[in-house]
């Protein structure tokens, strides 16, 4: 079947282009032929139009989905091409990779970069559709489980997709069952004795550093956001960030989309992480610049409330330094300016106003022997890699210095939603011992001692820079506490994905895994979805 389909698509094609081969010659963009991602790059930067059509309606992505060419794929999404871009059959590029049998690692670029996958062409078929019916088992099974999460309705009411459906209400139902457990409980516990009235909540995103695995972040960042009506950042009033997950929050409040920032990360990673470690830092400061702009304060976002660690390293210990677009609560001791952190920024200079976004993302992403350090900042990663209870800290002092200034309407905590970059699986330890030889015996164990220090030092680095475990259950323990509905979300990885890893095809199959952890983990997302819908709702 899938044969015969793709002979017939092959066969109208030749035929539409056999009569108007002059036309074709005249429409087509070079990049619907270029053959090498840099030859690609030189064209776009020369001005090649990334979504330009030939006469077919077809885009530079539709032709080298078409071609099976992953690298200028690669290249073209990473500059912007379209995804939902329609030929002259309504074929979207997604559609295009199903029926002319790409590389399954085609379908699954398409798929984490947010291809819609069940967005129907002339002939009402889906990509969903044609591989449900279409395809051989065993790309059938891998593809179906993707393209069926996300899709409204199913387009054929076949015994599989009409289950898909079954499992999909009745994840709707758990979930909406559940919600409504978590809003009475919430609203029992948040409550204060001394009144009934409902106060204003405000939502918590808190983003882990890790690199290039930032785009862990945005893929979950996505998932969410297809359950909303906004973009996700509208629906939050705190968001901090360490490194990578500080640059992403800075992009997010700047006003880039969640599609923007990961094409995006796939630029920043082979134009920063070029040639060996330690990298040079100013491709990274000209793109922050570039995105950010070179003169813009934080105190230039209004909203959400910004937090971003790095360290201080001019003295011992490491102090925890936060870039703030507000002004700190304990350098302000007026009621008057404490009312002008709650709804606007002050005229005095504070370091809200003279610290630079760009600056900001450049100190947090300071990470040692991969970048040189900013000024006296290391990246914030070493104190706070998972910055949720440092956050929850900051913003519990906020309210009580409002508190203590007599600032009436303190609002409280609705939620806080916790993403991590990946658990890398465990790794054996074969031998971690240090220590002076002091025999002849001993001293033919030296290799195994220069084993030991190796070991150690990872140790010590992976153990201050650990993103999850105790650091979850601490946050988790807190807000329970507190009676604050708590989400964490972090895939567990099959492979250890390198903080500067630029080859894409791990990168996609890492991608890939996140959708996949992200499906398995739909009730919670509906959950979360649930509750930040509801508080937006309510203000």
Known sequence: MMAENERKASDER?????????????????????????????LISEGCDVNATNILGET??????MRNNFECIIGLLSRGAELDRRDYKDNTPLHGAILYNAKPIIAKCLVVFGAKTTATNRAGESPLGIVEKSMPSKRRDELMVILSIGSGTSVHATPRTQRISEIRQQ????????GKLDEDETEGTSQTPTSSKRR?????????GGGVRGMILIQQLMAIEEQLDKPIIEYFDWVSGTSTGGILALCLAKGYNVRECMALYF???DLVFSGRRPYRSEPLEEMLKDLYGPETPMSAIDKPKLLIPACMADQLPLNLHFFRNYCHPRATRSVHNLQHCLHGPRRSEDDCHTQLMWKAGRATGAAPTYFRSFSSYLDGGLIANNPTLDTMTEIFEFYQHLRSEGIPEIPEIGVVVSLGTGIAPPECVTYFDVYRPET???????????????????MIITQATDADGRAVDRSRAWCESLGIPFFRFSPLLNRYVALDCTDDEILIETLWETRLYVINQAIKVKRVSDILRKSVQSQ
């Open 14 to 42: 030749r035929e539409t282009i056999s009569r108007i081969p002059a036309i074709i010659s005249q429409n087509q963009s070079p990049l619907h032929t270029v053959n090498t991602r840099t030859v690609l790059l030189k």
């Open 60 to 65: 530079p992505l539709h032709a080298q989905v």
């Open 171 to 178: 994840l709707r139902d758990e979930s909406q069952a559940q």
């Open 200 to 208: 204003k909540r405000e939502n918590v995103l808190c983003l882990d």
């Open 267 to 269: 630029r920043m990673k």
């Open 440 to 458: 002849f015996q001993e001293l033919k164990t030296a290799p195994r001692i220069l084993t030991g220090f190796s070991t150690l030092g990872r």
